[in-house]
Every structure is written in C-alpha cells, then in structure tokens.
C-alpha cells in the first residue's frame, strides 16, 4: 500500500533562518507530488506541483521553492523565513492519469517562524 | 479562485439530524470534484469523490451531489455524529492530473 511521509511535525524557526522540509512517498511510482499551505482558520493553498524529477511547477509567488531531486521525494525550502510563511505546510500526492484522482495528504508539519 | 484570504464559514448541527455542506466552483472546465475532511492538526482525508458525467454519487452515510449548470456541489452527510465534526473541503480538478484546487472549507460542528 502506498504511505506517504512528512517531517518534521512541528518546527519553530527564527525570522530569517533557512527551511527544508521533506515529504516522502512510498508504494507507488511516478506520483504526481503536491505542497499545500494552510493558514490558520483558513483553506487549502496550492503553493507548487511536480509531474517528475526536477520539473516543478509553482502555483504563487513566494518567499519558497520546492524540489525533486528524487521520484518519491518532494522539498520545500526557503532561504530565508518571513513570520508570513508561518502555517500548515501539507505534502500530497496523487497517482500520474489522464484524467483527475484523488490527492493523499500527509499529516502536515506546523511550522511557526518567530 | 482562491481560498486562502477567506473565513471558514461554519455550520452547527444536533447529533442525529442530516448536514448538507455546500461548494461553489468556477471554471467549467473542472471535471473532477473531491470531498476532503479534516479534523484538527491532521492532513485532509478522502471522503468521496464524483466525476462531472455524474450528478450524484453515495457512500457511506455520504452522499454528493453535483450541479453543472451552476457550478454547485454538496456534500450530504446522513445521521450526522460528533465524530464527523471537522472541517470539510471540496477540491476541483481542473483538467488534467496536475492539479487540485481547494475551496474555502466549511467547519462542521456536531452538537451532542
């Protein structure tokens, strides 16, 4: 079965510092790989896509950047924070079709910058 | 278009009686729609799902209905408990497998 993997949980940063935040996905192959943020008390934002290793599609302009150095890897990153990239940072995936399917989110990571 | 600015509006219901969450989308081009729960500090799980060659699709004490002609989709929840208290998002696929737009999330609360 497939699982997919997000760390870490929570993570309390400094204005300023660098991110890296990791999501893997087991089971499967070739999975379309997703970045969402979530504001609190607020909807879902698709901040970037990927379709493969090294194509990344991003949704909105942002202190962020992704990556996929790996079929079943996808990292967020950030040079430096702002306290604006504070929220729910939710890793998904969905398998490669021609048509639309479901998307399985992992548990999320908190991240506060402060 | 997008959620992120928004409220999530909210709805209340006694333990027993029905929910009906509501979704408005607005690209016609969008043929396949995703009803998400999520409860509190946990990624959104999938509830149902509905292809726009349908008007209607039931699960387990779920059931969605789909409007094309205004764009309207709803999440019926049968026999609502406290356990389906979260907050529930309906998701479009907008052509292709590349994406998946998120509407804004109702939060739904079951009263005991």
């Known amino acids: 079965s497939q699982t997919i993997h997000q760390w870490p949980a929570t993570l309390v940063q400094p204005v300023g510092s660098p991110l890296s935040l990791e999501c893997t996905v087991e089971?499967?192959?070739?999975?379309?790989l997703y970045w969402y943020r979530q504001a609190a008390g607020r909807g879902l934002q698709l901040l970037f896509y990927?379709?493969?290793?090294?194509?990344i599609s991003s949704e909105v302009p942002q202190n962020l950047s992704a990556s996929r150095p790996q079929d079943r890897q996808f990292i967020l990153s950030s040079k430096k924070l702002l306290l604006s990239d504070s929220g729910f940072y939710l890793c998904a995936w969905s398998a490669l079709l021609s048509s639309g399917t479901e998307a399985f989110f992992g548990q999320g990571t908190r991240l506060t910058v402060v | 278009g997008e959620s992120v600015g928004l409220h999530l509006p909210t709805l209340s219901v006694q333990e027993g009686d029905n929910s009906i969450i509501n979704c408005a989308y607005s690209?016609?081009?969008?043929?396949?729609f995703i009803w998400y729960k999520q409860e509190s500090g946990k990624g959104p799980q999938f509830i149902i799902d509905?292809?726009?060659?349908?008007d209607k699709r039931q699960g387990q004490r779920v059931t969605v209905l789909l409007n094309k002609t205004v764009k309207h989709l709803s999440l019926q929840i049968a026999a609502t408990q406290p356990g389906d208290s979260a907050v529930y998002f309906c998701?479009?696929?907008?052509?292709?497998?590349?994406?998946?737009?998120f509407g804004t999330g109702t939060r739904l609360t079951v009263i005991p």
């Open positions: 509905i292809r726009s060659n349908m």
């Open positions: 990927s379709v493969g290793i090294g194509q």
């Open positions: 690209n016609s081009a969008s043929d396949y």
């Open positions: 089971g499967t192959s070739n999975p379309n």
């Open positions: 998701a479009e696929n907008r052509g292709g497998a590349n994406n998946l737009f």
